[in-house]
């Protein structure tokens, strides 16, 4: 099986680093994900002042759901599909890099 998002223009805004108390953030990988993440293609976003920088992505390895059947796959496992994201920037609006093309976003600390 496979699968793929693009996203064109979108806008995010109103994220907040600490929302009531708990991190916010505007995109993030499923925690649920046993085996695999597909591919999100991103072009023309759009971020308002209101999404603060250290709310924008929230990339911890380690953030599987407590409630997932696969106990690897629990906070502090190692799943597959928490180590697979790959989000492919295609015009720089992602990550806030104008006219730079082809950047990509892929899980730090894979594997630990």
Same mark, same amino acid.
Do not use: I, M
């Given at each position: 099986?496979?699968?793929?998002?693009?996203?064109?223009?979108?806008? @995010?805004?109103?994220? #907040?680093?600490?929302?009531?108390?708990?991190?916010? +953030?505007?995109?993030?990988? /499923? !925690?649920? &994900?046993?085996?695999?993440?597909?591919?999100?293609? @991103?072009?023309?976003? #759009?971020?308002?002042?209101?999404?603060?920088?250290? +709310?924008?992505?929230?990339? /911890? !390895?380690? &953030?599987?759901?407590?409630?997932?059947?696969?106990?690897?796959?629990?906070?502090?496992?190692?799943?597959?599909?928490?180590?697979?994201?790959?989000?492919?920037?295609?015009?720089?609006?992602?990550?806030?890099?104008?006219?730079?093309?082809?950047?990509?976003?892929?899980?730090?600390?894979?594997?630990?």
């Amino acid at each position: 099986k496979y699968s793929e998002a693009h996203w064109s223009a979108v806008t @995010f805004g109103h994220f #907040r680093v600490s929302d009531c108390g708990l991190k916010s +953030a505007a995109l993030r990988y /499923n !925690p649920t &994900a046993v085996d695999r993440s597909f591919p999100q293609h @991103f072009e023309n976003v #759009r971020w308002l002042s209101s999404a603060e920088a250290g +709310a924008r992505f929230d990339l /911890n !390895p380690s &953030a599987g759901a407590p409630t997932n059947l696969l106990s690897n796959c629990r906070p502090g496992g190692d799943c597959d599909g928490l180590g697979a994201l790959f989000w492919v920037d295609t015009d720089g609006s992602l990550l806030g890099t104008p006219g730079v093309s082809g950047g990509s976003v892929v899980s730090p600390a894979y594997g630990n």
